[in-house]
């Protein structure tokens, strides 16, 4: 089993910056060989959890949404077993909960489809102010 576990959210106001963090724990084997990618979703009120970034679990490609694209960067601390997301040139979109999550499919490639995610953390909230 994984567990995650996001920290480093907030309030901020527009054009503002943030860096989320997410500590992975569990099984060693679980984490250091089971795992295919790791990404990051957000979900405001009243809207389906949606995709922001995606990374494969040893840091060699990304894949962003549209919308964040230029703005968020996602990376991955393997030997420290972290996933982070630094949010510059926040928007008043941006705002909603953040959730960390991993896949254990293989051959499908990086993808932001919720579906395809078997771990998920409790997420944490991030508010930006117009």
């Known amino acids: 089993q994984v567990r995650l576990v996001e920290s480093g959210g907030g309030s901020v106001q527009a054009g503002g910056s943030l860096r989320l963090s997410c500590a992975a724990s569990g099984d060693g084997y679980t984490l250091s060989h089971t795992l295919s990618q790791l990404a990051w979703f957000r979900q405001a009120p009243g809207q389906e959890r949606e995709g922001v970034a995606a990374?494969?679990?040893?840091?060699?490609?990304?894949y962003y949404h549209d919308s964040v694209k230029g703005r968020f960067t996602i990376s991955r601390d393997s030997a420290k077993n972290t996933l982070d997301l630094q949010m510059n040139s926040l928007k008043f979109e941006d705002t909603g909960m953040y959730y960390c999550a991993a896949s254990q499919q293989w051959g499908v490639g990086l993808t932001l489809d919720r579906n395809r995610y078997n771990y998920w953390g409790q997420g944490t909230q991030v508010t930006v102010s117009s």
């Open positions: 990374i494969y679990s040893g840091g060699a490609g990304t």
